[in-house]
C-alpha cells in the first residue's frame, strides 16, 4: 500500500512534458501544472500559430499566458525531494538503442508505445492519452512504433503521402497528383494495400500448401526411413541365417571329409603293415634257412654231409618266390583333386553370387535426390534427344527442322484430324515421355510458354484444362524480352534472371524436380519445383505471335526450338 502511494505521489507531482519532477512549477489558466522550462519550450513551437494550447487539454489561449511560479506546488516538490521520493519511471521505461522514443518526453525520454500517421509522431504512454480521448484525434491512426514515420512524408512536397502511383510503382502525395504523376494510374494507398492484400493472401496459401506438402514428404521421408531401416535389419537377419547355415554345411563337410580320410588312413596303414610284418617273418625264416644250408656246404664229413643234406635241400623255397606288386602311389590325392573341385565350383558360385548380391544391394534406391548438376557441361551429360509430336500442333503451328521447331503462322496449316491435337490455343507436345534424369534446351523469340505436361492433359476447348500452366497437369515457364514468370495450376510466380534466347529444363522424374535455367555464359536459376509427379512427361511448347505484329504478317511470329545436340558438341560454348 505504501508503494502505491508513493507512486500516486509520483504521478502527482510529475511534469507531464518530461515526466520529471516538477522544476519551478507553473500552472496554466486550465489547471494543469508544468515545469516552466518545458511549457515554455512548448509554447516556443506554437508561436508561428499564434495560439497557444495545453499539453493535456488542448485548452487554447490568445495571446501567450504570462505565468509565475507556483510557489506552494514548488515548496510541496521541495519537501518532496528532501524526503527522497523520486519520480523517474523505472529503467525499463526509458527507450533505448533499439526501442522508438516518445518524440514528446524532454530530456531522457520514454519508450513509444504508439506512433500516430497522422502526425507522425511516437507517443509514451503518458502523452498518448489525448490521441486516446479528444474527440479530435479520434480519426487518426495508431500504429505499433515505427522509426520509419519520416518515409511517409513526400520529399518534394513536406506532406504525407497518402496516394500510390500503379504507373511507377511508389508512394506518393496529393500535391504530387498535380505534378510529376499527373495523368498516370494512381489510386489511394489504402486501395492498393488492398489489392496487394489479396495478392498477399494468395501467396501465403501457396506456402502454407507448400509447407503441408513438405510436411506430407517429411512425414513420406520418415517412413521411408522406417521401411529401409526393417528392410535392412530383415535382411541382415536373413543372410546371417543363410551364412550361418552355409558355414555349418561347411564345417560338417570338412569334419566328415576329415572323418573318412583318417579313417581311410588307418585302414590302408594297418594292412600294409600287416603285410609288411609277414613279408619280415619270412626274412627271417628264410636267413634261418639259409645259414644252416651255408654251414652243411662247410661239412668236411662227407658221409654227415650226405646224411643231412636230404633234411635241409628241402628248406629252400621255390626259385621264383611272389613279389609284392603295387599300383602307382596315389594315395589321397583324388581326394585332394576333388575337394579342390568342389572348392573351386563352390568359390566360383559364391564369387558370382556375391556379385550379385552387392550389386543388388547398392541398387536399392531411395526417394532421396541426387545432387544437381552446376556447369553446362554437367547437365548436358543428361541432354535427351526430344521432337516434337505434328498430331499435337496446333494448326496455327508450322513444323520444321525435322519436327523441332514450331513457329506461329498467321494461316492455319492443313493438319489432319486428330484426338490429340490442341484445338484452341498454339501448343504442342513432345512424341517422348520423360523420365529419369533428363536436360534440354528451348532456343526461343517473341512470347513462349516453355513446359511440362502429363499425356493426359485435355486438348479440346478453351477451358483453363487445356492451357500449360493453368492446371495441375502441367508445369510452364512464360518467357518474353524481359521478364520470366512460372505458372503452375493457375498460379503465377515471378522469375528473375539475364537476358536470354535460350532456356534450359532439368527434370529429375523419380526424385521430383524440375528446374528452369536462363542459359547463357552461366547456368541461372530461373525457377525449381520440387513435387512428386505421378506420370511420365512430355516436354511442351505454347507460342504467341511476336509482340506488335500479330495480325499483320506470319513472317514476325513467335518461335521455339528444342535445340539438338550433337556427338562434337563440346559441352561447353552454345550452338
Known amino acids: 500500500m505504501a508503494q502505491q ?4 505521489d509520483r504521478e502527482r507531482f510529475c511534469c507531464s512534458i518530461c515526466l520529471d519532477l516538477l522544476q519551478d512549477p507553473v500552472t496554466t489558466s486550465c489547471g494543469h501544472s508544468y515545469c516552466m522550462n518545458c511549457i515554455k519550450s512548448h509554447w516556443d513551437v506554437e508561436d508561428e500559430k499564434r495560439v497557444y494550447s495545453c499539453p493535456q487539454c488542448r485548452q487554447t489561449s490568445t495571446p501567450r499566458p504570462v505565468l509565475g511560479i ?7 516538490v521541495e519537501e ?17 538503442p533499439e526501442d522508438v522514443a516518445c518524440d514528446v518526453c524532454t530530456g531522457r525520454k520514454l519508450r513509444a508505445s504508439k506512433s500516430c500517421l497522422q502526425c507522425l509522431i511516437s507517443f509514451c504512454d503518458k502523452h498518448l492519452q489525448a490521441h486516446l480521448e479528444l474527440p479530435a484525434y479520434k480519426k487518426h491512426k495508431l500504429v505499433e512504433p515505427s522509426k520509419k514515420l519520416q518515409e511517409n512524408v513526400c520529399s518534394r512536397h513536406d506532406e504525407v503521402m497518402k496516394m500510390f502511383c500503379r504507373t511507377d510503382q511508389q508512394s506518393i502525395c496529393y500535391l504530387c497528383l498535380m505534378d510529376e504523376h499527373k495523368g498516370h494510374d494512381t489510386v489511394s494507398a489504402a486501395a492498393e494495400r488492398t489489392e496487394r492484400q489479396r495478392g498477399l493472401k494468395r501467396s501465403r496459401l501457396n506456402i502454407q500448401q507448400r509447407i503441408q506438402d513438405r510436411e506430407k514428404d517429411v512425414k513420406l521421408l520418415q517412413q521411408e526411413v522406417e521401411a529401409i531401416n526393417g528392410s535392412a535389419d530383415k535382411a541382415v537377419e536373413h543372410s546371417e541365417e543363410m551364412f550361418a547355415g552355409l558355414i ?32 619280415e617273418q619270412e626274412i627271417t625264416e628264410l636267413k634261418r634257412r639259409d645259414a644252416e644250408l651255408q654251414k652243411l656246404a662247410h661239412t668236411e664229413d662227407h658221409n654227415q654231409f650226405l646224411q643231412d643234406y636230404p633234411s635241409l635241400s628241402g628248406l629252400s623255397g621255390p626259385a621264383d618266390s611272389s613279389r609284392i606288386k603295387i599300383r602307382p602311389l596315389t ?14 565350383k563352390l568359390l566360383e558360385v559364391l564369387r558370382e553370387g556375391w556379385t550379385n548380391i552387392s550389386q543388388t544391394v547398392t541398387e536399392v534406391d531411395v526417394l532421396l535426390p541426387q545432387p544437381e548438376p552446376k556447369t553446362r557441361a554437367e547437365f548436358l551429360q543428361y541432354s535427351c534427344d526430344i ?50 534424369r533428363c536436360y534440354w534446351e528451348v532456343e526461343w523469340r517473341g512470347g513462349v510458354f ?21 492446371n495441375d497437369k502441367s508445369w510452364a515457364l512464360y518467357c518474353s524480352n524481359n521478364s520470366y514468370n512460372f505458372w503452375y495450376n493457375n498460379m503465377q510466380t515471378p522469375g528473375s534472371g539475364p537476358e536470354s534466347s535460350r532456356v534450359g ?7 521430383g524436380i524440375l528446374s528452369f535455367y536462363s542459359v547463357s555464359e552461366t547456368m541461372t536459376l530461373l525457377h525449381r519445383v520440387q513435387t512428386t509427379f505421378t506420370q511420365p512427361l512430355h516436354a511442351g511448347l505454347r507460342i504467341y505471335s511476336h509482340p506488335g505484329l500479330r495480325f499483320y504478317s506470319s513472317l514476325f511470329g513467335g518461335s521455339a526450338e528444342l535445340c539438338e545436340f550433337t556427338a562434337h558438341d563440346d559441352f561447353c560454348s552454345l550452338n
Open 248 to 279: 555349418c554345411l561347411m564345417e560338417r563337410g570338412r569334419s566328415d571329409v576329415k572323418q573318412q580320410v583318417r579313417s581311410q588312413q588307418e585302414t590302408e596303414v594297418s594292412r600294409v603293415k600287416e603285410l609288411q610284418e609277414k613279408l
Open 387 to 436: 521432337t516434337l509430336d505434328p498430331n499435337t500442333a496446333n494448326t496455327q503451328l508450322l513444323l520444321s527442322d525435322g519436327n523441332r521447331r514450331a513457329t506461329f503462322m498467321k494461316e492455319h496449316q492443313s493438319y489432319s484430324s486428330h484426338p490429340d491435337r490442341f484445338t484452341d490455343y498454339r501448343q504442342i507436345l513432345s512424341g517422348e515421355g520423360l523420365t529419369g
Open 80 to 96: 518532496l525531494k528532501k524526503t527522497g521520493l523520486q519520480a523517474a519511471p523505472a529503467d525499463h521505461c526509458y527507450a533505448g
Open 450 to 470: 516453355v513446359a511440362v505436361a502429363y499425356k493426359n492433359i485435355s486438348r479440346a476447348g478453351d477451358s483453363d484444362e487445356c492451357v500449360f500452366g493453368h
Open 70 to 76: 507556483n510557489t506552494m506546488l514548488a515548496d510541496l
Open 331 to 344: 594315395y589321397f590325392e583324388d581326394v585332394t583333386a576333388a575337394v579342390s573341385g568342389v572348392a573351386y
Open 5 to 8: 502511494g508513493n507512486q500516486l
Open 505 to 511: 529444363v532439368y527434370l529429375d522424374h523419380r526424385a
